[in-house]
């Protein structure tokens, strides 16, 4: 089965907003085997949209759109489709009501444009928006929603098993198997395993996230026991690149391995400024094995919080290996990460380049500094320190 996207905004062609809601619906897409064949972007015009639409109907099997659907002159996503299919533009009481319902609960002030809100083509069918106000709607093979990501994550899981059980489709005829890698450039990757890629009926590929390179095989269930062969062999290759596989993240596996051991991280940061920290704050139950992140930006800071020694930042400066390993031998906790270093883009010297970071990495008694010259925007510079340090104090748990 066949999808055509079709993404409404004239800011999305202004640049005014960077799609982020197709990667989303790719992903979920797959797991029901609707491959996608054609991404549209169209302006807030009904003439482009119907145009659009009238392209999806004659190459695909389903017509997912995303944006126009709010209250606004611009939002006229609902009246191109009722137009294409020749259909009046309807609203349901039940649907308005409850649309009046949310307005209160949020002691906003309803005005009669917001009942654009719940109109729909005749005959539509809609799914309920837990997280906004507009409902999505679906009609003859085309289905929109609104374009608020949050809005869009909580209904397309709704419309795509409804749709599935419509339509009789197994979301299991679909196998999909990641290989997640960090420290291995892609074409040094590619290098090292493409030759392996040779199986009929299974596609590979490289996916660049910045949680590190996704090697993607997907295939028909069918063929799962040759995928597992396939994945033997890439690990064969280039197993000490790989973290984990699907769902698998740095921050995700360091949180399970510590509760597993029983043991306590800290961490402290200076040209992080608490993104470290931030990383395992966002894992659900990292309370049970975080206990701080201590963020030491000035010499000061350093001294007194982690008693870095005074002649050690006189002698080889903040950013050192010597400052590295001072620091995380500062933190009281049975696991520990430090980082320093220049983010840019001003500071650095011939001797100490912008990009240059030292990350102290500790397991009990075990210490290793890390010392990396990244590439990039200052906020680049301090993602890639987060993520190689993560690497390696993840590295370091499975030793021990």
């Known amino acids: ?49 119907i145009n659009a639409i009238t392209y999806g109907k004659e190459n695909s099997d389903l017509i997912i759109m995303s944006g126009g659907l709010g209250p606004t002159i611009d939002d006229i996503t609902k009246e191109a489709i009722a137009k294409y299919l020749n259909k009046k533009l309807v609203v349901d009481q039940d649907e308005l009501n409850e649309l009046k319902e949310k307005f209160r609960e949020r002691n906003l ?150 509760k597993e051991k029983g043991k306590t991280l800290s961490v402290a940061e200076s040209c992080t400024g608490g993104l470290l920290s931030d990383s395992f704050v966002n894992v659900s139950g990292a309370s049970e094995v975080f206990m701080e992140g201590i963020v030491t930006y000035s010499n000061d800071a350093k001294i007194k919080r982690l008693g870095v020694k005074k002649e050690t ?33 001003l500071g650095g010297t011939k001797e100490k380049p912008v990009g240059l970071v030292y990350m102290g990495i500790r397991n009990g008694n075990e210490v290793e500094v890390e010392k990396k010259v990244f590439k990039g925007s200052r906020r680049k510079v301090r993602e890639r320190a987060v993520l190689h340090s993560l690497f390696c104090l993840n590295k370091m748990l499975k030793r021990k």
């Open 1 to 49: 089965m066949k999808a055509t996207l079709i993404l409404v905004g004239t800011e999305l062609l202004s640049g005014g907003m960077i799609d982020t809601n197709s990667l989303y619906m790719a992903e979920e897409l797959n797991k029901y085997g609707i491959e996608i064949g054609s991404k549209i972007t169209v302006k807030d015009k009904i003439e482009d949209i």
């Open 109 to 258: 002030k309803f005005i009669e444009i917001n009942t654009k809100e719940v109109e729909k083509p005749e005959g539509s069918v809609t799914f309920k928006n837990g997280a906004g106000m507009a409902p999505a709607v679906y009609i003859d093979g085309i289905v929109c929603f609104p374009g608020v990501p949050i809005e869009l994550y909580d209904m397309f899981p709704k419309f795509l098993k409804w749709y599935s059980e419509e339509k009789k489709l197994k979301s299991d005829e679909i196998l999909i198997k990641d290989l997640i890698t960090y420290g291995i450039a892609e074409s040094l990757l590619d290098n090292k395993i493409s030759d392996i890629f040779t199986e009929e009926g299974i596609d590979y590929e490289f996916l660049v996230k910045d949680f590190g390179i996704i090697i993607r095989l997907q295939s028909k269930i069918s063929n799962k026991n040759i995928v597992e062969k396939i994945v033997e062999k890439i690990y064969n290759r280039v197993g000490d690149n790989i973290f984990g596989e699907d769902s698998d993240r740095l921050e995700k596996l360091i949180i399970k391995s510590l």
């Open 313 to 345: 930042l006189e002698k080889f400066g903040a950013v050192s290996e010597e400052t590295a390993r001072e620091m995380v031998l500062g933190l009281k906790t049975d696991v520990g990460i430090s980082v320093t270093g220049i983010a840019g883009p």
